[in-house]
């Protein structure tokens, strides 16, 4: 039906092999969101982002999210800014993925 797989980063709790980001501080990054095709248009997408916020306030030190969308998935796109994510300056240089991220 769906799966997310996220990272805590900049964070003292964060897996040593984890990526780290200057001007972020603790925050969980989304690395993949997926909701399969079946599912899609009925708050499946929602309910895993209000899910990993509830996670990241009890379980984690993360004051923000984050992830990259490809611009070219306005569906996608449209539901980040809608749960609030703002467009940002990607880190990654080498990307041409939209970087968003949102305060929690």
């Keep these: 039906m769906a799966a997310v797989d996220i990272q805590l980063r900049n964070s003292e709790q964060s897996h040593p092999g984890a990526r780290k980001v ?11 969101m997926e909701v399969h095709k079946s599912m899609r248009r009925q708050g499946v997408g929602q309910a895993l982002l209000e899910k990993i916020v509830d996670y990241a306030k009890t379980e984690t030190d993360g004051e923000a999210l984050t992830l990259e969308v490809e611009a070219a998935n306005p569906a996608a796109v449209n539901l980040y800014k809608k749960f609030g994510f703002e467009t940002r300056e990607n880190p990654n240089k080498l990307s041409k993925n939209l970087y968003m991220i949102k305060q929690i």
């Design 22 to 32: 200057s001007n972020i501080g603790p925050h969980l990054h989304i690395k993949n």
